[in-house]
Every structure is written in C-alpha cells, then in structure tokens.
C-alpha cells in the first residue's frame, strides 16, 4: 500500500514528485497546497490523482481538507514542505485552539496540519539561514511545538552535489517522526572537489567525510558536472530554439532524465542583444572577466561563467538572464535555457511545467530539486516501515 502524502507550500509539487519516483517505497501525493495559482497548475498536471489547491493556507482549514478527501486522523503518512522563510519570524507556543488565528505564522500552519492529521512523518525543506535565525532560537522553537504536538525532530544541512544532484544547493533538512522513533539521516553518495557552507556543528552537517571537504573522497562516485547533466542537449545560439535531441544521451543522468523521449521542450534561448553578446564573450569564473567600460555594476558572480566539469551553483529564478547568478553556458555564448536550467534541478524531461516562460523560469529556480526528493523518501521509508 502507497504511503498517503500532503505537500505543503508545494510550488511545482517537485519535492513530492521526488518522493513518487523512490523506487524502495511507494508514495501517492494526495494534497498539494500552494498560495500561486500556476504553480498548483503545474502541480496539478504531474499530480493528476492529488487534490491541488491554491491559496493562502491560513484560510485552509483542516477539516475541509479532511471532508474533501475523505480522509481521518492518522490516514495521512507523511506531511512534506517547505514554509517560507518569512513565516518563521515570530513563532508562537502551539496551541491547538488557535489553529484558525490570522496571526499564525505560515510554520505554525504546518504545525496545525500535523497535530489534526498526525502523519507517521514530516519533513520540511529549507534554506541553510534557518539554522541560525536568531542565534538559533527559531528551529529550536520549531523542535518545541512539535515535541508539544507528540514528535521527536532533528535536522541536517547538506549539499545537493554530495546526493547525486548536478548543483552545489545547500538546503537545510528537517525530519520529524512519533516520539521515540529514531532519526537518521541520508549519507551523501556522492563527492566533490569543492568547498561546501561552514556551521558552527559539523556534526549537523551530511558531509562525504570529514576529511574531505576539499578533495573528492575515493569511495563515493564523483558529483554530476554541468556538462554531464547537460552535454546532450542541442548546441543552439542566442535567440535559437530546438525541439528535439540530436544526439543520444552519454551517462545514466542524462539517459534518466530523458525518459526515451524524442520531442525535446524549453530548450529555446534568451535573445541578447549585441552588447549583451560583448559581455557574454568575455565571460569567466566572476565579474571581474568583463573589462569594465562595458558593465556599470552587479555582484562578483554576475555576467558569469558555468564551470562545466563542476557541478553548478545554486540555480536562481533569473537563470537565463546573464547578469544572474553565474548562468551563461560553459562553451555557448549564452544564458543557460529552461531546460538546461531544469537538468540542474534534476527534473526529468517529462515534467510538466504550466505557464510563460518566465513563470517556468521562476518556477523551475525555486523548486526542491526531484531527485533530492527522491533520496529523502527513500530514506524515510526506511524509518516509517
């Protein structure tokens, strides 16, 4: 039987989708809640046996939930999400009376959906910051409202590029089980030759070894490069498009994301402009490539280079605007396209996103990347068998 799963703060329905695609356990999305209305589409067209809703999920109230799905108490396994990070600045003591006050942080509304459904186990996604909001105080306060709610948590910060992940997106991982279940965590299968973000506990963080943070360890299999997760795709220019593959995919990531499809989608170019182009051609590792007659300002990893024997860096929701986060192709004179953007993420090929271009773009930049999810749910199907 298919564990039940709710998506919280869902966008895509990605980090759900990750689970679905666990090949230890089965999962069925069966709710996704998210305050955009294209991206709960989005969610909706790869989800297609889940109930997706849009909007504010503090005017979400449980029990309506429960009447649409026709679902009770404990028929729910796992409650996934990953609530903004706006919604931790005033956590409050639970108190589950309250559960319909406007003032509720947008945490503590996931906090109500586990105390009314209690789910066998929770997970929130997040950003590395989390950990040291308020000298701290936050994800302990979090860690306080689920133990009031009958839930042991712990948490992890790790690399996407240690799990298999082609982008060096460091996310901080909350889990939450019953009290007195065991907590454990994923161990990185993957090593790179790069540097990874410091904390003060090194114990919190999921790293290849201790030893290693700046060599690749010898028993793991080396992290995905920019090139190996997109070496396949059409070699288009500016303002060009392709629409279908013209060569066959060279290692298992690229074979895995392209599904044996043979109509290729989102692989169309931002069309720069000549100055634009001038600055493209000079582009390297950092702003400081660009002569300086040609920019006027911009962070160091504007106007940047992909280095392509390296896994990314962090993918932005403006990856195919060059004055982002380093986002011009490694060999190509250009911004990276959607679904080079998207094979970064780990998305499949298949997956479908609704919207423009630009609200794909954002789209594909927020999301939790899939096989990230993947990893994490087989991992916690382990803890919850």
């Not at 161990?187 to 790069?194: A, Q, R, V």
Request: hydrophobic share 35%; glycine share 8%; with cysteine.
């Amino acid at each position: 039987m298919a564990y039940r799963l709710f998506d919280l703060f869902s966008g895509t329905g990605a980090f759900s989708k990750g689970f679905e695609n666990s090949l230890s356990a089965e999962y069925q999305t069966v709710f996704c809640n998210d305050l955009l209305p294209v991206a709960v589409r989005t969610a909706t067209a790869n989800h297609p046996h889940a109930k997706c809703v849009s909007g504010d999920i503090r005017k979400l109230r449980r029990e309506h939930v429960a009447e649409m799905l026709k679902l009770r108490r404990g028929q729910v396994d796992v409650i996934i999400g990953g609530p903004p990070c706006q919604g931790f600045s005033s956590i409050r003591p639970f108190r589950s009376s309250e559960e319909d006050d406007p003032r509720n942080s947008l945490f503590e509304e996931f906090a109500s959906f586990v105390n009314y459904f209690r789910p066998r186990a929770l997970v929130i996604e997040n950003v590395v910051g989390l950990a040291t909001h308020k000298g701290g105080e936050t994800i302990e306060a979090m860690q306080t409202c689920f133990e009031q709610l009958g839930y042991d948590t712990d948490w992890r910060i790790l690399n996407a590029a240690h799990f298999g992940i082609p982008q060096r997106r460091e996310r901080l991982i909350f889990i939450g089980l019953p009290r007195g279940a065991k907590i454990t965590f994923p161990n990185p299968t993957h090593s790179s030759n790069g540097s990874t973000i410091g904390y003060r506990d090194r114990t919190r963080m999921l790293l290849p070894d201790e030893d290693t943070l700046f060599t690749r360890a010898p028993n793991l299999e080396p992290a995905i490069t920019v090139m190996e997760a997109i070496g396949d795709l059409p070699r288009i220019e500016s303002g060009e498009e392709s629409l279908a593959y013209d060569v066959a995919p060279t290692n298992a990531y690229q074979a895995a994301r392209r599904k044996g499809l043979t109509k290729l989608t989102l692989h169309g170019s931002t069309k720069h402009t000549k100055k634009m182009l001038r600055i493209i051609k000079h582009s390297g590792p950092n702003i400081y490539s660009i002569p300086k007659h040609l920019i006027t300002s911009g962070f160091s990893s504007c106007y940047s280079r992909l280095d392509g024997d390296c896994p990314s860096v962090t993918i932005t929701v403006n990856f195919v605007h060059p004055a982002s986060n380093r986002c011009i192709h490694p060999v190509l004179n250009r911004a990276l396209t959607p679904r080079e953007g998207a094979r970064l993420q780990s998305f499949d090929d298949d997956f479908v996103f609704c919207g423009n271009r630009s609200q794909i773009v954002k789209q594909i930049g927020n999301a939790v990347p899939p096989l990230l999810g993947k990893v994490i749910g087989e991992h916690l199907a382990s803890l919850i068998a």
